[in-house]
């Protein structure tokens, strides 16, 4: 079955079926990379450190919203 016809079968189904459907593609297209996962659970843990080293320091939300 072709992508024509699985579009063309979709289209027959109720709207509840549908958005289940493209629900689930569009989670498939969404799975962490695993190595991306590991390189931002680094980066996060090194300024995690540096915070708690005093390293870094913190800019308030509302210092944030000023600039």
Do not use: C, F
């Amino acid at each position: 079955m072709n992508s024509k016809n699985i579009i063309q079968s979709a289209l027959n189904l109720s709207p509840a079926e549908r958005l289940l459907i493209i629900e689930t593609l569009s989670q498939s297209l969404s799975e962490p990379n695993a190595d991306m996962e590991k390189l931002w659970k680094e980066e996060v843990e090194q300024r995690y450190s540096a915070y708690l080293n005093g390293k870094i320091k913190t800019i308030s939300y509302e210092e944030i919203l000023k600039k």
